[in-house]
Structure formats: C-alpha cells, structure tokens
C-alpha cells in the first residue's frame, strides 16, 4: 500500500528539539521530492519544508529557517525533519507530503500521511 | 494570518452549487498558474483536489472545478452531497520558492 507514516511528536519545553521521521512506502521514495506542512488543529496549512529527490535542495519557510532542518535517507526511504530552538507557536500537528509529480517539484502534494502532533509547552 | 484569504464558512443544501474564494496579491495567486485546492475532512489528511488553477487529479469528480481571476482564485462545487462537507484550503506558490495557504473554509451541507 502507497503510504507515508510519521511519527516522533510529542511535547516538548520551549527551546527544546524534536525529531521527527516520516516513513515511506509502496513507491519508490528516491523519485520524489517531499515535503512537510504543518497544521495548527482547526486553522489553516502551512508549508515548512521542502527537499528535493536525492537531498541536495532544501527551502524553509521563514519562521522556520535557521531552526529546522530537513534531510532524507533514500536506503531508509525515509523523511526526516530536525527541529532546534522549538517556540510556543511552533505547536501543531505535522504532515509529511509527497509531491505529485516524479522527480520535479511542482508544490503539489497528492499523498499525505496521518500527521505527529508537536506541542510546545512549558 | 495567512496569506491567502478564505470566508471562513459557507454552506449550501444537497444539489445545489457553492462556490469558495481565495483572494491573493500579484505575488502569489496573481502571479503564477500554480493554485491548488484541498479537501480536508476532520481528523484526516488533506487530499488534493485541483491542482494548476483548474485541473483535477485522477479520481476526483467533476462536480469539483477551479478558475482564477486576478488575485483571486475559486473553487465550485455543483451538486453538493453529504460527503462534500470538509474544509477546503487553497494554496498558491509566492515567489522564491515559498507556498502560502488560506485559512481554509468549513463547508456545512445543510
């Protein structure tokens, strides 16, 4: 089955870190560039992170940049999102998506997993 | 506050036709061709629905369709069914690489 699974949220303090780790599988992960686009329970998306098929092109939204970090490990199939210095309002559920395309990025995702909630609180 | 801007709510009875706004600037949604829409049911994923203004993905019915005028993109729904209730969220690429959503509008099919 074609799917993508995080997980990894949880609640951490503010300026405290978190991993988080979007699985793949039933495709071939190393065709595609991912995503990660987060979401604050009943309001709107907001797109945090892209990375490019074999990891070398990253792009952060502005509230994020500098604090989060997006790799991949194509053996692993497997999409990670390293996040530093966590604020109050970086407190969200968190989506690993896939873009629709093979090999481009065209910023539309047409699979997406579950979601990790990640609560920043102290 | 987002970048794009959504009613918050609309409704409509079964049958009948909505439509949902998205209203930009000329840096995103005025700019580029590259609009998408998603449906989001409580508690589940988003799923793409329109993607480049007015194209719909494989499997996605036709009731479903988008336009663009200005800085203001739309999504109609004809015949609405019990199913069709969601919150739909528009997104546009912006400049230098960057995607900005709506706030997305709850759709109550009364």
């Known amino acids: 089955e074609v799917q993508l699974a995080e997980s990894g949220g949880g609640s951490v303090q503010p300026g405290g870190s978190l991993r988080l780790s979007c699985a793949a599988s039933?495709?071939?992960?190393?065709?595609?560039?991912m995503y990660w686009v987060r979401q604050v329970p009943g309001k709107g998306l907001v797109w945090v992170s892209r990375m490019d098929t074999d990891g070398f092109i990253t792009d952060y939204a502005d509230s994020v940049k500098g604090r989060f970090t997006i790799s991949r490990d194509n053996t692993k199939n497997t999409l990670y999102l390293d996040m530093n210095n966590l604020r109050a309002e970086d407190t969200a559920v968190y989506f690993c998506?896939?873009?629709?395309?093979?090999?481009?990025?065209?910023?539309?995702?047409?699979?997406w997993g579950r979601g990790t909630l990640v609560t920043v609180s102290s | 506050q987002s970048a794009l801007t959504q009613p918050a709510s609309v409704s409509g009875s079964p049958g009948q036709s909505i439509t949902i706004s998205c209203t930009g600037t000329?840096?995103?949604?005025?700019?580029?061709?590259?609009v998408s829409w998603y449906q989001q049911h409580p508690g589940k994923a988003p799923k793409l629905i329109i993607y480049d203004v007015t194209n719909r993905p494989s499997g996605v019915s036709n009731r479903f369709s988008g336009s663009k005028s200005g800085n203001t993109a739309s999504l109609n729904i004809s015949g609405l069914q019990a199913d069709d209730e969601a919150t739909y969220h528009c997104?546009?690429?912006?400049?230098?690489?960057?995607?900005?959503f709506g706030g997305g509008t709850k759709l109550t099919v009364l």
């Open positions: 039933g495709f071939t992960f190393s065709t595609y560039w």
């Open positions: 998506a896939r873009d629709r395309e093979m090999r481009v990025s065209k910023w539309y995702f047409d699979l």
């Open positions: 997104g546009s690429y912006a400049f230098a690489s960057n995607l900005v």
């Open positions: 000329s840096s995103n949604v005025g700019r580029y061709n590259y």
